[in-house]
């Protein structure tokens, strides 16, 4: 089973979360940054992702289809295993 993508919540991950050092995702390009002190944590800055925080990156995914609208052209749609 993958796991799912903290920001689009699309299952890309190939294994655990935690575990997924450096794994930027194909659908919103978000990269799973495992150094944060909680990963979970909505308001916590990513060093991973240019400071950005879970909450801003979920919103530019709703807005633009990507973590960051510098990023639209590097993403994908979701396959159906994934949702
Ligand atoms: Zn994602």
């Known amino acids: 089973m ?4 903290l920001c689009c919540e699309y299952k890309t991950l190939p ?5 997924c050092v450096g794994f930027i995702c194909p659908v919103c390009f978000w990269e799973n940054d ?6 979970y944590d909505l ?3 990513s060093d991973c992702n240019r400071s950005m925080t879970l909450e801003q ?5 709703k807005k633009y ?4 609208e510098e990023f639209i052209n590097n993403v994908r749609k979701p ?3 994934e949702m």
């Open 34 to 39: 495992v150094f944060m002190n909680n990963m």
């Open 43 to 45: 308001k916590e800055k």
């Open 15 to 19: 294994k655990k979360v935690s575990e």
């Open 57 to 61: 990156a979920r919103k530019n995914y």
């Open 2 to 5: 993958k796991e799912k993508c």
């Open 79 to 81: 396959n159906k295993d």
């Open 65 to 68: 289809g990507a973590c960051d």
